[in-house]
């Protein structure tokens, strides 16, 4: 939720801290601030982006070898300059920056106040900083990393911490439970974040943190320990990521950029993974697909447009495989004492493997004895590394907030997920598997060929820029497409927009149809199609106005239609993959015409490290 940096090493930090930040405003952007270590702390924090920092530091910019950084998404008190990280302990000798939530930050808070200590923001965060100081005055002499250990037992809840000490000038230190940070190693200087991105750009030798663990970082150098000081011996991995793969390339928006990826993200996806004759092979389960082939349930959790990939999960694991699947929020899933066991298999999906609630769900699931698997966009995330198994989707970095073509990619993947399953219980022919298989080689191609009517779908997103509310109807395979519609609309554009499955029209939504709801409706696929021209023709008689995505072969679709867009034609089962385009363009437009912060839309964060 909040993204975190840090610098130690030869070279003046400022600038690494600000650059660093700005590449994880993604994860939360509404206050932001860093410490720099140069004889003593100089702190500099303000509500609002870099940019905002920048401009106030610019008359005397801090300068030093040693620093954190923090971007904020608010959990407790107000985005203020005050309440902006890094917090500073009451003699000015301690900073600290924090992702996560302390939960038991109000009764350390009491206890701390009745001791005189004073805080300054409303903020859990700030507790740690002081009760690290308090721990230390309390115990003269003791070595700052013992400290820090005493402290952060006291803490319940979570955190991702870097914390530098004014008489510390070589040492950083860092302290993970629940959320994450990775460890980057240069020739004599060291880079600490919450994600690989602001590393990538000067080192590619990474050391993953893992919850429990607490390191102390040197210019090049990386003691981790567990949080009872037993040491550990990490392994450095090398980042497979690219520093042309997290920015913009052209683009005016990461979330255009991402949308244009698509073909290759979904080619990327598919790489190795289908075999002559429509066989799958996946190495991340391999030894595993006739255990959850043979699964008394299994149990899809996720949140957002993970959940949404997770519906369309639901519909081809059932349609092609015939095994019974329950897709889940992990939100709920995680209270509802589930009703999980040994011949169970969950599988989380999320695209940066870190959202608590997902990964919460998890544990809950592998804590009662089921198989955990996971579809992740990450490599190293919490998520890829907590699962017994999993399944890559090789995307590439999403930076933009919300989520295009990671959700076609999770989608790619359940596809292949659903044919190996579907083949190791009998319940598909070769002829039928290797047509699945072979039009999915087309599907980048079709998703090029949508992508090319940007331009008129951007008209038409003109005329429903001021719109007050959007419906959007699906069925089938389509009903988690709709969903995903509406999400991508509200999320970025601030429209009200919601998703329906089209028959439930009448159920209820269909009192909202005026000639001021404009009403899209996903018509894409064969065996729908009547039924979905009855929704057109309700709509209509309720002078609702109708966009319609459909095929070229829908002549009466477009007939009834006020607005079309033709997506090509593909089998019902891969439809998902190109009737998601339009839509995220749809969006897309409307934001950009009503002068929303696309990649950074108000409130939200790309990756929900809370819960
Ligand atoms: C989708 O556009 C949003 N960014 C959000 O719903 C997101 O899908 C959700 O927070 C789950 O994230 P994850 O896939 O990284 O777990």
Same mark, same amino acid.
């Given at each position: 939720?909040?993204?975190?940096?840090?610098?130690?090493?030869?070279?003046?930090?400022?600038?690494?801290?600000?650059?660093?930040?700005?590449?994880?405003?993604?994860?939360?952007?509404?206050?932001?601030?860093?410490?720099?270590?140069?004889?003593?702390?100089?702190?500099?924090?303000?509500?609002?982006?870099?940019?905002?920092?920048?401009?106030?530091?610019?008359?005397?910019?801090?300068?030093?070898?040693?620093?954190?950084?923090?971007?904020?998404?608010?959990?407790?008190?107000?985005?203020?300059?005050?309440?902006?990280?890094?917090?500073?302990?009451?003699?000015?000798?301690?900073?600290?920056?924090?992702?996560?939530?302390?939960?038991?930050?109000?009764?350390?808070?009491?206890?701390?106040?009745?001791?005189?200590?004073?805080?300054?923001?409303?903020?859990?965060?700030?507790?740690?900083?002081?009760?690290?100081?308090?721990?230390?005055?309390?115990?003269?002499?003791?070595?700052?990393?013992?400290?820090?250990?005493?402290?952060?037992?006291?803490?319940?809840?979570?955190?991702?911490?870097?914390?530098?000490?004014?008489?510390?000038?070589?040492?950083?230190?860092?302290?993970?439970?629940?959320?994450?940070?990775?460890?980057?190693?240069?020739?004599?200087?060291?880079?600490?974040?919450?994600?690989?991105?602001?590393?990538?750009?000067?080192?590619?030798?990474?050391?993953?943190?893992?919850?429990?663990?607490?390191?102390?970082?040197?210019?090049?150098?990386?003691?981790?320990?567990?949080?009872?000081?037993?040491?550990?011996?990490?392994?450095?991995?090398?980042?497979?990521?690219?520093?042309?793969?997290?920015?913009?390339?052209?683009?005016?928006?990461?979330?255009?950029?991402?949308?244009?990826?698509?073909?290759?993200?979904?080619?990327?996806?598919?790489?190795?993974?289908?075999?002559?004759?429509?066989?799958?092979?996946?190495?991340?389960?391999?030894?595993?697909?006739?255990?959850?082939?043979?699964?008394?349930?299994?149990?899809?959790?996720?949140?957002?447009?993970?959940?949404?990939?997770?519906?369309?999960?639901?519909?081809?694991?059932?349609?092609?495989?015939?095994?019974?699947?329950?897709?889940?929020?992990?939100?709920?899933?995680?209270?509802?004492?589930?009703?999980?066991?040994?011949?169970?298999?969950?599988?989380?999906?999320?695209?940066?493997?870190?959202?608590?609630?997902?990964?919460?769900?998890?544990?809950?699931?592998?804590?009662?004895?089921?198989?955990?698997?996971?579809?992740?966009?990450?490599?190293?995330?919490?998520?890829?590394?907590?699962?017994?198994?999993?399944?890559?989707?090789?995307?590439?970095?999403?930076?933009?907030?919300?989520?295009?073509?990671?959700?076609?990619?999770?989608?790619?993947?359940?596809?292949?997920?659903?044919?190996?399953?579907?083949?190791?219980?009998?319940?598909?022919?070769?002829?039928?598997?290797?047509? #699945? =298989?072979?039009?999915?080689?087309? &599907? @980048? %191609?079709?998703?090029? $060929?949508?992508?090319?009517?940007? /331009?008129? !779908?951007?008209?038409?997103?003109?005329?429903?820029?001021?719109?007050?509310?959007?419906?959007?109807?699906?069925?089938?395979?389509?009903?988690?497409?709709?969903?995903?519609?509406?999400?991508?609309?509200?999320?970025?554009?601030?429209?009200?927009?919601?998703?329906?499955?089209?028959?439930?029209?009448?159920?209820?939504?269909?009192?909202?149809?005026?000639?001021?709801?404009?009403?899209?409706?996903?018509?894409?696929?064969?065996?729908?199609?009547?039924?979905?021209?009855?929704?057109?023709?309700?709509?209509?008689?309720?002078?609702?106005?109708?966009?319609?995505?459909?095929?070229?072969?829908?002549?009466?679709?477009?007939? #009834? =239609?006020?607005?079309?867009?033709? &997506? @090509? %034609?593909?089998?019902? $089962?891969?439809?998902?993959?190109? /009737?998601? !385009?339009?839509?995220?363009?749809?969006?897309?437009?409307?934001?950009?015409?009503?002068?929303?912060?696309?990649?950074?839309?108000?409130?939200?964060?790309?990756?929900?490290?809370?819960?």
């Amino acid at each position: 939720m909040c993204g975190i940096v840090g610098y130690v090493g030869s070279r003046d930090c400022r600038d690494i801290l600000l650059r660093g930040l700005a590449r994880l405003e993604y994860r939360g952007y509404d206050s932001v601030g860093i410490a720099i270590l140069n004889g003593g702390l100089h702190v500099a924090k303000c509500a609002g982006k870099v940019r905002d920092l920048e401009r106030r530091i610019a008359v005397a910019p801090p300068a030093g070898r040693l620093g954190i950084g923090h971007t904020r998404w608010a959990t407790h008190g107000l985005p203020d300059d005050t309440n902006a990280h890094p917090h500073v302990s009451q003699t000015g000798d301690i900073a600290l920056v924090h992702n996560g939530i302390i939960e038991n930050y109000a009764a350390l808070k009491q206890t701390l106040s009745t001791k005189g200590r004073r805080f300054r923001s409303q903020t859990d965060s700030e507790v740690v900083v002081q009760l690290i100081e308090a721990v230390l005055e309390a115990s003269p002499g003791i070595p700052f990393e013992a400290a820090i250990r005493l402290a952060l037992k006291q803490v319940a809840g979570t955190y991702g911490l870097a914390i530098v000490h004014a008489g510390d000038p070589d040492r950083l230190y860092v302290a993970r439970r629940g959320s994450p940070l990775i460890v980057g190693l240069g020739e004599g200087e060291s880079f600490v974040a919450s994600d690989a991105t602001p590393i990538v750009e000067y080192t590619n030798r990474v050391v993953y943190l893992d919850d429990g663990e607490l390191a102390v970082i040197g210019p090049g150098s990386c003691d981790v320990r567990t949080i009872d000081d037993v040491p550990l011996t990490k392994e450095v991995h090398e980042l497979a990521l690219s520093l042309g793969a997290i920015e913009k390339g052209g683009y005016p928006h990461f979330m255009l950029k991402e949308i244009h990826e698509q073909p290759r993200a979904i080619a990327d996806c598919l790489r190795g993974r289908l075999l002559p004759g429509g066989g799958v092979q996946l190495g991340g389960l391999a030894g595993l697909l006739d255990r959850v082939a043979a699964a008394r349930t299994l149990t899809i959790v996720a949140c957002g447009t993970s959940w949404h990939s997770g519906l369309v999960g639901e519909y081809l694991i059932e349609h092609l495989a015939r095994l019974p699947v329950e897709v889940e929020y992990a939100s709920e899933f995680r209270y509802r004492e589930p009703l999980l066991a040994a011949d169970d298999v969950l599988l989380a999906i999320s695209q940066s493997g870190e959202t608590a609630d997902t990964i919460a769900a998890l544990r809950e699931a592998k804590a009662r004895g089921a198989l955990a698997l996971g579809l992740c966009n990450v490599v190293g995330s919490t998520l890829a590394r907590e699962t017994d198994a999993g399944v890559y989707t090789h995307a590439g970095p999403e930076i933009g907030v919300a989520s295009t073509k990671a959700f076609t990619a999770q989608v790619t993947a359940l596809v292949l997920v659903a044919l190996a399953l579907a083949h190791r219980r009998g319940t598909i022919d070769p002829g039928r598997a290797a047509a #699945l =298989a072979d039009e999915l080689t087309w &599907i @980048p %191609e079709k998703i090029a $060929a949508i992508l090319a009517q940007d /331009a008129a !779908i951007a008209v038409l997103a003109q005329r429903f820029t001021y719109a007050p509310n959007i419906l959007y109807l699906g069925r089938s395979f389509n009903f988690p497409v709709a969903l995903e519609g509406a999400l991508k609309l509200k999320e970025i554009s601030y429209i009200h927009a919601e998703g329906y499955p089209a028959a439930e029209m009448k159920h209820g939504p269909i009192a909202l149809i005026d000639r001021l709801m404009p009403v899209v409706v996903i018509a894409a696929t064969a065996h729908t199609s009547d039924k979905m021209l009855a929704n057109i023709e309700e709509v209509r008689a309720r002078q609702g106005r109708v966009i319609a995505v459909t095929t070229p072969g829908q002549e009466d679709v477009k007939r #009834l =239609a006020e607005f079309v867009i033709e &997506i @090509p %034609e593909t089998l019902d $089962a891969l439809s998902p993959l190109l /009737a998601v !385009i339009p839509l995220q363009l749809f969006a897309y437009h409307i934001a950009v015409n009503r002068g929303c912060d696309v990649d950074q839309p108000r409130n939200l964060a790309k990756s929900v490290t809370v819960e």
